[in-house]
Nanobody, 118 residues
Framework: QVQLVESGGGLVQAGGSLRLSCAAS????????MGWFREAPGKQRELVAA???????NYADSGKGRFTISRDSAKNTVFLQMNGLKPEDTGVYYC????????????WGQGTQVTVSS
């Protein structure tokens, strides 16, 4: 059974940085597509960054130039480095896994809260 556990959220001032981690078990992240999503208060959950099984990355416009998604296959962990944080980055961040032949993310973590104060 696939399990994803996020960590690294917290309260940070605008302009600060956070590094989120997502530890996976039950499946190798290197063989799957991994994504970080954000659910802001009163808004729908949205994709922030993703990394494919082949290592290709893509980002929402809101995070380009500030966020970096990466993975450590040996640790079976995906990271989201967030720099230059803004109050609008506030929300619950979820890690998700999508198999190489799946069209939707099938497995989700429990989420970690990120709060950026102005």
């Amino acid at each position: 059974q696939v399990q994803l556990v996020e960590s690294g959220g917290g309260l940070v001032q605008a302009g600060g940085s956070l590094r989120l981690s997502c530890a996976a078990s039950g499946s190798r992240i290197s063989g799957n597509n991994m994504g970080w999503f954000r659910e802001a208060p009163g808004k729908q959950r949205e994709l922030v960054a993703a990394i494919s099984s082949g290592g290709l990355t893509n980002y929402a416009d809101s995070g380009k130039g500030r966020f970096t998604i990466s993975r450590d296959s040996a640790k079976n962990t995906v990271f989201l480095q967030m720099n230059g944080l803004k109050p609008e980055d506030t929300g619950v961040y979820y890690c998700a896994l999508k198999g190489p032949f799946q069209t939707t993310y099938a497995y989700w973590g429990q989420g970690t809260q990120v709060t950026v104060s102005s």
